[in-house]
């Protein structure tokens, strides 16, 4: 199989839609032996030069699709990034900021070589699905199972690219409610070597300083971070420039 149709294979069989981590999963199951050396560095030059000729559009940070399954939006994320526009202007018009946060998130995971999941699969970032951003469909076996489920509910998660992936990075997006209940799933790994990351607007920052001041979060105070939103944006805004520069130099 070609190069260029198994790309697009990979993307029918995930609503038209893949990042650059989600074809690097996939195609080994689409071809009985895959060619020596970099053969990542070939499918990337195909997937790039397909998508300068039209057959693919670039949609996100690392992620592609057909053009008739999904249209770049000159509203999106993306693109107010390639055009210079500023992260705040964006997200101070999101009309589902929560799920745009989530989006960032994953589509950072996926470019910083994490095992991304989320279990908001239907939610949208830029009229993508969160659950095809995602490498991953269900939490892996990392523990016991009432800790998997509890773990599982969190927003976005970032497992390690490794044979028995563990979570690295558990992030919870609160733009209105409460910390305490996200706190509470996130304790559940208490145990791990695991970031708990709140994210929040900036002025809520006292009230995360709050809560882990108090038990039961207080014994494990050290594991917990917050983030602003403000952060997550500009953080995405420059993968986005540092992807450009990446892929015209490396290809």
């Known amino acids: 199989m070609r190069w260029g149709d198994l790309i697009e294979q990979i993307m029918r069989e995930n609503n038209g839609i893949a990042s650059l981590t989600h074809l690097y999963e996939r195609a080994p199951l689409h071809r009985e032996r895959m060619p020596s050396g970099d053969w990542r560095k070939t499918l990337r030059g195909v997937l790039y030069r397909e998508a300068k000729a039209g057959r693919f559009v670039k949609v996100g940070l690392g992620v592609y699709a057909l053009p008739e399954a999904q249209k770049a939006e000159p509203s999106s994320a993306y693109q107010y990034a390639l055009d210079k526009r500023s992260y705040r202007d964006y997200i101070g018009n999101r009309p589902d900021l929560h799920a745009t946060i989530e989006g960032m998130l994953i589509e950072i995971g996926n470019y910083l070589d994490y095992n991304t999941y989320t279990p908001d699969v239907n939610r949208l970032f830029d009229g993508k699905r969160l659950g095809d951003l995602c490498v991953l469909r269900q939490v892996p076996d ?110």
């Open 142 to 251: 990392f523990t016991y199972q009432d800790v998997k489920e509890r773990v599982g509910r969190c927003d976005v998660i970032w497992f390690s690219r490794t044979a028995h992936p563990f979570p690295k990075y558990v992030f919870e997006v609160e733009t209105t409610t409460d910390f305490e209940r996200s706190m509470l799933k996130m304790f559940a790994l208490k145990e791990f070597e695991t970031r708990l990351v709140l994210v929040a607007h900036e002025n809520r920052r006292h009230l995360f300083e709050q809560r882990i001041s108090h038990e039961p979060f207080a014994t494990i105070s050290s594991k917990f971070y917050f983030r602003s939103v403000e952060l997550v944006a500009e953080f995405y805004f420059n993968c986005v420039e540092h992807y450009e520069l990446r892929s015209r130099f490396l290809v």
